[in-house]
């Protein structure tokens, strides 16, 4: 079993900033990726933030220049240091960890999700 969790979530004023978390334990034998969506309520998952293990990076146009993905491959563990944080970056913030595990099985697990709230 491989568990993902992430923090650091909560309320911040337009323009302030926040750091997420994300740690993913368990039966993992590596991480191939790991990254961030969002969701605002009634629709699909957006990608934010993605991060391979060799470190390579993709980020949504929308985020581009303000939020910054980095991750431990020792401790499997990542953040998201989100800056210039605006009203529209508001909803609930996903991690997920692509896993190949130490029974040799490839799956995505997901976190149960942090709340961010921009609002002044």
């Known amino acids: 079993q491989v568990q993902v969790v992430e923090s650091g979530g909560g309320l911040v004023q337009p323009g302030g900033s926040l750091r997420l978390f994300c740690a993913a334990s368990?039966?993992?034998?590596?991480?191939?990726?790991m990254g961030w969506y969002r969701r605002v309520p009634g629709k699909e998952r957006d990608m934010v933030a993605t991060?391979?293990?060799?470190?390579?990076?993709d980020y949504a146009d929308a985020v581009k220049g303000r939020f910054a993905i980095s991750r431990d491959n020792a401790e499997n563990t990542m953040y998201l240091q989100m800056n210039s944080l605006k009203p529209e970056d508001t909803p609930v913030y996903y991690c997920?960890?692509?896993?190949?595990?130490?029974?040799?099985?490839?799956?995505?697990?997901w976190g149960p999700g942090t709340q961010v709230t921009v609002s002044s």
């Open positions: 368990g039966s993992i034998y590596s991480i191939f990726s």
């Open positions: 991060i391979t293990c060799s470190g390579t990076t």
């Open positions: 997920y960890a692509a896993v190949r595990t130490r029974e040799m099985t490839y799956n995505t697990y």
